[in-house]
Nanobody, 124 residues
């Protein structure tokens, strides 16, 4: 069945860069929307970025626009989140999510499948 496994979370200094990976397995993901969300302690789960598998259209939260880039590798069935110019407020557990079909990509409840999360910590 569908499985999403995030990796790449680390401790990084402010201003640095990090790339997260989401390895997707269990089926072909043509027609899916793949999203990244994050959640800090005491905060709501927050939309970060999303990509449509078929055409590669991307969507970003205003807070990360221009700093983060979402992409996918079809051959590896993997979605990436390249994070540049990291800030302490980017510190959170980052989750990969997936849902077939056209959805409102920024809404967490739209997604059917979720990974376990990976911790990103940005030090000042």
């Amino acid at each position: 069945q569908v499985q999403l496994v995030e990796s790449g979370g680390e401790l990084v200094q402010a201003g640095g860069s990090l790339r997260l990976s989401c390895a997707a397995s269990g089926r072909t993901f043509s027609g899916y929307v793949m999203g990244w969300f994050r959640q800090a302690p005491g905060k709501e789960r927050e939309f970060v970025a999303a990509i449509r598998w078929n055409g590669g259209s991307t969507y970003y939260a205003d807070s990360v626009k221009g700093r983060f880039t979402i992409s996918r590798d079809n051959a590896k069935s993997t979605v990436y989140l390249q994070m540049n110019s990291l800030k302490p407020e980017d510190t959170a557990v980052y989750y990969c999510a997936a849902r077939f079909g056209p959805i409102i990509a920024s809404v967490a409840t739209q997604y059917d499948y979720w990974g376990q999360g990976t911790q990103v910590t940005v030090s000042s």
